[in-house]
């Protein structure tokens, strides 16, 4: 199979590689010069803080407001809408606007603190508040993602169950938290656990919002690279890599065991009766206190987005005033004009990239997740499950090893290579299931007029798939679009507007080092 091919290549065969040049005298020195580095306490906690934080306030609140949004009858697409916005940010983007918000003087979380008559906080300054200031920004990013995974759980629930509740004349608090959530528990620990894991692995936003390099809001992802590539610590740096694999394969063993579908019994066995307690709580007072809730999650996924186009589309000096100011006093797209002219060759190097993996993803990714559909390999599904849970800095020497040899440092071909490696497991998955709810009846038709199965694949199958294969291509696109670490690690200079092209910085390396005085008041 062409992705187990690939992903053998450039994720499993990487990380073996690091694994072992993390104890390249087979005495484990690293380990033990790392486990006697005197911040590796310190980074340890931040990592669990960033991870554990992030994970368990996203899933309360996107909890929230999914129940908010199951629970109207009207304007739950535009509510789905609005959470859904701080996903479609890079993390770099979303980084850089919370350092602007953070601003100790001018920015609008202290002035919205001293409004409450409570004393500011040097946000990104002071170590004792550092950490949670980054997986406050990690906990925005993240709560999107729960809403709609753990609506999706709601949304999934029987209509003749919602109906058998008003019969027996539930209370919706009663509802949800007898019914519902009951049954709805599966996609609730989904979104915990995929939370968790992609906050073990986060790089990026730690990467830019901690511009000094100060370990008291490191975590162990920033120190893998920081060791490896600033430090030149390579095995030392690559110990902590295989670290980081260990912690996050618990959560990712704990999401493959939760995907394999040993809870469909039970939850059968709870859709034919009321379990667990309820809470009873008046209708209009319960949708009061969950829309009160509702309303200051999407104040707080909102504002950052309003805050960047507000000092997008005005002058500089704006941005440095006292109180600060809130509303747009006049607009201005010279900063827009200024900021494009400087990111075109960025913009070139991103978008060529990003369509051309998005392209290789749906290639080999197509073929693996029916060939796991219709011969029920889960063992695919699950392998590329472990594989997307991966942290790219587990595995990023090895690949940046295989791309020197090769010579390929600094063009597009190393991006195009590698950037599948984050977007084909999760093709694979999300594809799988979507073959698997295919009927069968069109393919072994096309087989008894005698089309090959390779025939009837691309013939019958991917016509009747293209809604998922659209979603997918748009993921992949997007997760394309986002990444930071393989651009900052293979690339050197911005594109020459060459052919072949050479330098490959990407829109993410552009955002790290944009100078916003560059663009003058």
């Known amino acids: 199979i062409p992705a187990v091919v690939y992903l053998a290549l450039f994720a499993f065969l990487p990380f073996v590689f690091s694994i072992f040049l993390s104890t390249p005298n087979a005495d484990f020195s690293s380990y033990l010069l790392l486990f006697e580095f005197p911040e590796l306490h310190t980074v340890l906690l931040n990592t669990l803080i960033f991870s554990l934080g992030t994970a368990g306030f996203s899933t309360l609140l996107g909890l929230a407001l999914a129940i908010f949004a199951d629970m109207i009858s009207h304007g739950k697409r535009l509510v789905t809408l609005l959470a859904y916005l701080p996903y479609t940010i890079p993390f770099t983007a979303g980084a850089l606007v919370?350092?602007?918000?953070?601003?100790?003087?001018?920015?609008?979380?202290?002035?919205?603190l001293r409004t409450l008559h409570l004393p500011g906080v040097n946000w990104l300054g002071s170590?004792?508040?550092?950490?949670?200031?980054?997986?406050?920004?990690?906990?925005?990013?993240?709560?999107?993602?729960?809403?709609?995974?753990?609506?999706?759980?709601?949304?999934?629930?029987?209509?003749?169950?919602?109906?058998?509740?008003?019969?027996?004349?539930?209370?919706?608090?009663?509802?949800?938290?007898?019914?519902?959530?009951?049954?709805?528990?599966?996609?609730i620990l989904v979104s915990f656990l995929m939370s968790l894991i992609i906050s073990f692995g986060n790089f990026?936003?730690?990467?830019?919002?901690?511009?000094?390099?100060?370990?008291?809001?490191?975590?162990?992802?920033?120190?893998?690279?920081?060791?490896?590539?600033?430090?030149?610590?390579?095995?030392?740096?690559?110990?902590?890599?295989?670290?980081?694999?260990?912690?996050?394969?618990?959560?990712?063993?704990?999401?493959?065991?939760?995907?394999?579908?040993?809870?469909?019994?039970?939850?059968?066995?709870?859709?034919?009766?009321?379990?667990?307690?309820?809470?009873?709580?008046?209708?209009?007072?319960?949708?009061?206190?969950?829309?009160?809730v509702a309303a200051v999650v999407i104040f707080f996924l909102l504002f950052p987005i309003y805050w960047m186009f507000l000092v997008a589309t005005r002058s500089q000096f704006m941005n440095f005033v006292y109180p600060p100011v809130l509303y747009p006093s006049s607009l201005t797209f010279t900063t827009f004009v200024q900021t494009f002219n400087q990111a075109k060759p960025y913009l070139v190097t991103t978008s060529v990239v990003s369509a051309v993996a998005m392209g290789i993803t749906i290639l080999i990714s197509a073929p693996a997740a029916y060939f796991a559909a219709r011969h029920r390999a889960r063992w695919l599904v699950y392998l590329c499950v472990y594989l997307f849970s991966l942290p790219s800095t587990s595995f990023v020497f090895g690949v940046y090893f295989m791309i020197a040899k090769l010579g390929l440092l600094n063009t597009w071909l190393a991006l195009i290579l590698t950037y599948p490696v984050f977007t084909v497991p999760f093709a694979v998955w999300t594809l799988s299931n979507f073959y698997s709810q295919l009927p069968r009846q069109y393919e072994e038709a096309a087989l008894i007029d005698g089309h090959s199965v390779f025939n009837a694949f691309f013939r019958i199958v991917m016509p009747i798939a293209r809604p998922g294969l659209i979603a997918t291509s748009l993921l992949s696109f997007v997760f394309s679009w986002h990444l930071l670490l393989f651009p900052l690690v293979l690339s050197q200079t911005p594109y020459q507007f060459n052919f072949p092209p050479t330098g490959s910085f990407a829109i993410t390396n552009f955002a790290t080092l944009f100078d916003p005085t560059s663009l003058g008041s």
Not at 152 to 170: H, R, T
Not at 250 to 271: C, D, N, Q, W, Y
């Open 127 to 187: 170590p004792s508040v550092q950490v949670y200031s980054e997986t406050i920004v990690s906990i925005w990013t993240g709560i999107p993602f729960a809403f709609l995974i753990i609506l999706a759980g709601l949304n999934s629930i029987p209509k003749e169950l919602k109906e058998a509740a008003k019969v027996d004349q539930l209370t919706k608090s009663e509802y949800y938290t007898s019914i519902a959530l009951k049954l709805a528990k599966g996609a």
């Open 204 to 292: 990026d936003l730690p990467y830019i919002l901690n511009g000094g390099y100060s370990y008291s809001m490191a975590t162990l992802p920033f120190l893998v690279w920081f060791q490896i590539f600033y430090q030149n610590q390579v095995s030392q740096g690559l110990a902590g890599g295989v670290i980081l694999a260990a912690m996050v394969s618990v959560p990712a063993f704990l999401l493959i065991r939760v995907l394999s579908g040993g809870g469909s019994r039970k939850e059968g066995g709870a859709r034919r009766r009321r379990a667990g307690t309820a809470i009873r709580i008046p209708d209009r007072m319960f949708m009061l206190l969950v829309g009160l």
């Open 98 to 112: 919370w350092t602007l918000i953070y601003d100790p003087i001018f920015g609008p979380a202290n002035f919205f």
